[in-house]
């Protein structure tokens, strides 16, 4: 079961999601199959079209838990997705 924040839709991308995973070291945005963990071959990759959420990337927001490397997560994250998505390949972000 996941902690809260971190469900999500996610879709079978396949193609090499390698920089994209290696950027996502906590599987906020994609996750890559146990067979092939660089993403190589493909990855499930979060399907969404409004704001991200830093809860995806295991922030908890409690105001004791330090939820800084959740927000680095999500920077190298979101940050490798801005510039590795084709637009006709998958959702992109909406960031406001």
């Known amino acids: 079961l996941l902690p809260a924040g971190r469900e999500g839709l996610f879709a079978w991308a396949s193609g090499d999601q390698s920089a994209l995973v290696s950027a996502d070291l906590r599987q906020g945005l994609s996750v890559a199959p146990a067979a092939d963990p ?7 990759v979060r399907r969404f079209s409004g704001p991200a959420d830093v809860r995806w990337f295991g922030a908890v927001g409690d105001g004791v838990t330090d939820d800084g490397a959740a927000f680095a997560g999500a920077l190298a994250a979101l940050g490798a997705l801005a510039t590795t998505v084709s637009i006709y390949g998958r959702f992109l ?3 406001s």
């Open 38 to 44: 660089t993403g190589a071959t493909g990855a499930w």
């Open 93 to 95: 972000p909406v960031l």
